[in-house]
């Protein structure tokens, strides 16, 4: 029979594709004789099984639950509905992977009418009792019954301002009592049925709550957007409740064992006296630093300081650490490897090499390749800054970027502007999960309430967004759309910028400028290259494109897209003349000049690279994006090339293709004008000879593109070498290696002849991809999210490799190539260059690089390092 339960101490950290992370962490932290509530965990195997069977618990799963409940009561000498020791209990989700807010929890389960009565006389506090009856009745009535929370806040605001309390804990006992009747008349009206007063009766409705969160909309958002698989379902967390809220010797908090924006070795964290947890992460109140523990509690500030050393070290990451403070006892509620932002994941993992925690490849997984884009990108400019008028001042730098935009209030507003193209920062009193998409959507984040710790900070760091929360002195009025601050008044649609790493927020646009390497990034890099197998080029050809790429220490040029030449105005104009021109003499006049245009480009390109091997692909696109569009167009490019337009129009209908990415396009297009590649090699050759003459070596490789035949390849390849013959005639031998991009099916499944009359290879899988699925990749994002949503497709083949079909037939042609010709060079040029997943599928085959944009590189670099380090080789 298979098992579905397992209390916390039959488990350990290693079962988290059984246990969810939680649970796993729980179990692991009972082990080492931690102070952690008793519990049971349900597996992700039962959820996945609920989804499958109609969402109902099976049989075998309710009877489970059943004996583990009654074992947990003999283990804690408590029991639901107990006169003498009452059992109370809190139902968490926990999936294998962290998805911090984006499923549900319930807290203080087991109370009813009855039972609150039973808390109070133990307690002897009745405030006490009541708080925790009317946070169950909002808890379960939202999770549970889809009961909207407003129902419950807006009366809850209501009563305090009636009765002139300020903080929630001013509430009377008697007050919570009225707030908790009337919250059951919340149940009638909203859902017809009453809260249920049977603490087994909330128990099985909660678990089936958690498991369907797993298939809520912000759940799924959150999954698409870390790429977290939709299949692996959530376990639940049933422990025993520990209350926070139970005094002022009491409280609740959140810390991490290192600071998570910048990576410093020390506690950072917060806390609030007398509360529960879902007060801290909510952000309606502003928590206390972790530092102030020490004085008001100093033993349980040293205990918490000695345990979170030890689960650094034990888990050998920084640690993001749940705990409750009940009458002066510190108790652990979780712990996981915690969210941060890429500096500091950067910093973290070198200072743990240092520390002897970690070994240099252990360190570089610890960092997340996407999570280094956030470090590529601009800062504001200090002199900008500094004639910037200041809104506010009083936040708190909940994610360090620079960003500006729009203001915004609704994730919906945020979502459907940003989809029109604009650029907008979402400003809320608070955020929540269901903002999940509006967030993602945003240049910035920024909320009134809350703390570092917060739902806003949290998932923006998770993000790697920019993001500036508990900003007190501003007013945001979400229903006025408005922001009010110094007497002053923003409205929706105006423009801002947000100083995430410094908690400021300024009026209007302010200049940035680019970021600056650290050391500890330097080190992680070298490290990185260290282990990695694979060499990363990139895709340039722009002088300021190169440069950078090169400090990112690419290893050359895996791609110069020679089209990208072409469209400059006076360079552009040639290449129309000879597109459209009827006679030879013409053509030949119109790539004389362009000849020598695509000298000084090639020139530089080469000057800048040097040794290091370039890539030049020959003209690829269709001859349809270089000509005119629109009526003006046409009126001016008939001025420019002394025609009619009645001439131009009917020169382009002989142009004209139904389908031109799949017609009259990069080698064909040679074979039918020979000289095109010709010019483009003497532009090419011609600028290696001037540099030789200056001493400087080069390492071309020219690269023809869209072969499926061989024929095709040795006829272009043929009249290339007889145009380099003779330019060495002139100049001596000038190094060259001539290739062919492998990007059609049939190219692939010729690969091995192929290899024999090439010098290298390098896939491009924009075409492969396009061409295999017979998707176009310029309009597949009409459907393709269609696709994914109906798990028709995993994931988009455009970002990620389709193992089974492109994949394999790459991995074919590499086979049969390397069969025919082991020196053969073969690399990635298309998008999948940079991509994390398709890099551990490429670095498993016999290929020498991959090849993506400059800013991808140091990506693409530490995923390499990565991928060796997994394969255990």
């Given at each position: 029979m298979t098992k579905y339960v397992y209390a916390f101490d039959e488990g350990q950290k290693d079962m988290k594709d059984l246990l969810g992370g939680k649970g796993a962490n729980l179990s692991e932290m009972k082990r080492l004789s931690l102070p952690v509530p008793d519990g049971f965990t349900i597996t992700t195997e039962a959820c996945i099984n609920y989804l499958k069977q109609g969402e109902t618990l099976s049989d075998e799963v309710v009877q489970q639950l059943a004996d583990q409940l009654e074992a947990f009561s003999l283990r804690t000498g408590k029991a639901f509905s107990s006169d003498e020791q009452l059992l109370l209990v809190s139902v968490r989700s926990g999936a294998k992977i962290s998805m911090p807010g984006m499923m549900d929890t319930i807290l203080n389960l087991g109370l009813n009418d009855d039972n609150v009565k039973k808390l109070a006389e133990k307690t002897g506090d009745a405030r006490f009792a009541y708080d925790c009856y009317r946070r169950l009745l909002q808890m379960f009535g939202e999770v549970v019954y889809g009961i909207p929370m407003t129902a419950f806040d807006t009366y809850f605001n209501t009563f305090k301002q009636e009765h002139n309390y300020t903080n929630d804990a001013d509430i009377s006992a008697e007050g919570l009592q009225d707030i908790c009747e009337h919250y059951k008349t919340i149940y009638l009206e909203e859902v017809r049925k009453p809260f249920p007063q049977d603490p087994q009766k909330q128990l099985l409705e909660a678990v089936e709550a958690v498991f369907k969160s797993w298939d809520n909309d912000r759940a799924r958002v959150y999954r698409d957007l870390n790429d977290i698989p939709h299949t692996i379902g959530t376990a639940v967390n049933v422990q025993e409740m520990v209350f926070g809220n139970s005094g002022s010797n009491s409280g609740t908090g959140v810390a991490f064992t290192r600071d998570p924006g910048t990576g410093e070795n020390k506690l950072f964290g917060e806390y609030l006296l007398n509360a529960q947890g879902e007060d801290v992460v909510a952000g309606i109140r502003t928590p206390q630093d972790i530092s102030t523990l020490k004085d008001q509690m100093p033993h349980v500030h040293q205990e918490f300081v000695d345990v979170s050393k030890r689960l650094e070290t034990h888990y050998k990451d920084m640690q993001d650490i749940e705990f409750t403070i009940e009458n002066g006892k510190l108790y652990l509620l979780q712990t996981r490897n915690g969210k941060r932002t890429a500096k500091a994941a950067i910093n973290i993992a070198v200072d743990l090499v240092e520390e002897g925690i970690l070994t240099k490849a252990e360190a570089i997984t610890k960092v997340d390749v996407k999570s280094i884009d956030t470090l590529l990108h601009p800062t504001f400019k200090p002199e900008a800054l500094e004639a910037a008028e200041v809104i506010s001042k009083a936040g708190l730098p909940a994610s360090p970027g620079a960003a500006t935009g729009h203001i915004v209030f609704s994730a919906e507003t945020a979502k459907l502007r940003a989809e029109s193209g604009e650029k907008v920062i979402l400003m809320r009193p608070e955020t929540s999960p269901e903002d999940i998409e509006g967030m993602i959507a945003s240049e910035a984040i920024v909320t009134t309430h809350g703390g570092m710790t917060s739902h806003a900070a949290v998932v923006a760091r998770g993000m790697g967004k920019c993001c500036v929360t508990g900003c007190s002195d501003l007013e945001i009025n979400t229903t006025a759309k408005t922001v009010t601050y110094q007497g002053k008044t923003l409205n929706e649609n105006d423009m801002i910028s947000v100083d995430g790493a410094k908690g400021d927020i300024y009026l209007g646009e302010i200049a940035t400028t680019n970021a600056e390497h650290s050391p500890s990034f330097d080190q992680l890099m070298q490290w990185s290259e260290e282990i990695a197998r694979l060499n990363v080029r990139m895709n340039a050809?722009?002088?300021?494109?190169?440069?950078?790429?090169?400090?990112?220490?690419?290893?050359?040029?895996?791609?110069?897209?020679?089209?990208?030449?072409?469209?400059?105005?006076?360079?552009?104009?040639?290449?129309?003349?000879?597109?459209?021109?009827?006679?030879?003499?013409?053509?030949?006049?119109?790539?004389?000049?362009?000849?020598?245009?695509?000298?000084?480009?090639?020139?530089?390109?080469?000057?800048?690279?040097?040794?290091?091997?370039?890539?030049?692909?020959?003209?690829?696109?269709?001859?349809?994006?270089?000509?005119?569009?629109?009526?003006?167009?046409?009126?001016?490019?008939?001025?420019?090339?002394?025609?009619?337009?009645?001439?131009?129009?009917?020169?382009?209908?002989?142009?004209?293709?139904?389908?031109?990415?799949?017609?009259?396009?990069?080698?064909?297009?040679?074979?039918?004008?020979?000289?095109?590649?010709?010019?483009?090699?003497?532009?090419?050759?011609?600028?290696?000879?001037?540099?030789?003459?200056?001493?400087?070596?080069?390492?071309?490789?020219?690269?023809?593109?869209?072969?499926?035949?061989?024929?095709?390849?040795?006829?272009?390849?043929?009249?290339?070498?007889?145009?380099?013959?003779?330019?060495?005639?002139?100049?001596?031998?000038?190094?060259?290696?001539?290739?062919?991009?492998?990007?059609?099916?049939?190219?692939?499944?010729?690969?091995?002849?192929?290899?024999?009359?090439?010098?290298?290879?390098?896939?491009?899988?924009?075409?492969?991809?396009?061409?295999?699925?017979?998707?176009?990749?310029?309009?597949?994002?009409?459907?393709?999210?269609?696709?994914?949503?109906?798990?028709?497709?995993?994931?988009?083949?455009?970002?990620?490799?389709?193992?089974?079909?492109?994949?394999?037939?790459?991995?074919?042609?590499?086979?049969?190539?390397?069969?025919?010709?082991?020196?053969?060079?073969?690399?990635?040029?298309?998008?999948?260059?940079?991509?994390?997943?398709?890099?551990?599928?490429?670095?498993?085959?016999?290929?020498?690089?991959?090849?993506?944009?400059?800013?991808?590189?140091?990506?693409?670099?530490?995923?390499?390092?990565?991928?060796?380090?997994?394969?255990?080789?």
């Open positions: 050809e722009t002088k300021s494109d190169i440069e950078m790429g090169y400090q990112f220490n690419a290893k050359g040029i895996g791609l110069v897209r020679t089209e990208h030449m072409f469209f400059g105005a006076e360079r552009l104009v040639e290449m129309r003349r000879f597109i459209l021109s009827s006679d030879d003499a013409t053509r030949i006049e119109a790539l004389n000049k362009i000849r020598e245009n695509q000298t000084e480009d090639f020139e530089q390109i080469f000057r800048l690279s040097g040794e290091r091997p370039t890539i030049v692909r020959l003209l690829d696109p269709p001859l349809h994006e270089f000509l005119p569009r629109s009526a003006e167009e046409m009126t001016s490019v008939a001025q420019q090339l002394s025609i009619s337009e009645r001439e131009l129009k009917q020169r382009m209908d002989e142009l004209h293709e139904t389908n031109p990415m799949l017609g009259h396009r990069g080698c064909r297009l040679a074979i039918t004008y020979p000289e095109l590649y010709v010019m483009q090699t003497e532009a090419m050759m011609g600028s290696v000879a001037r540099l030789k003459q200056e001493g400087i070596t080069c390492q071309p490789e020219i690269m023809i593109p869209l072969v499926s035949t061989v024929e095709e390849f040795n006829i272009l390849k043929s009249q290339i070498t007889d145009t380099i013959t003779e330019l060495e005639s002139q100049h001596g031998k000038l190094p060259h290696l001539i290739g062919t991009m492998i990007e059609t099916p049939r190219a692939c499944m010729i690969a091995g002849q192929l290899a024999k009359v090439c010098d290298f290879f390098s896939f491009g899988t924009n075409d492969l991809t396009q061409l295999t699925y017979g998707f176009s990749r310029d309009d597949a994002g009409k459907f393709i999210n269609d696709y994914i949503n109906q798990e028709i497709l995993p994931i988009d083949p455009f970002q990620t490799i389709d193992v089974d079909g492109v994949g394999a037939l790459i991995r074919m042609a590499v086979e049969q190539a390397k069969a025919q010709n082991t020196s053969l060079k073969i690399g990635v040029c298309g998008e999948l260059g940079g991509d994390p997943k398709s890099i551990h599928f490429f670095n498993g085959l016999d290929i020498d690089y991959v090849s993506c944009s400059p800013f991808r590189v140091p990506g693409a670099i530490l995923a390499t390092a990565q991928s060796e380090v997994e394969s255990g080789r």
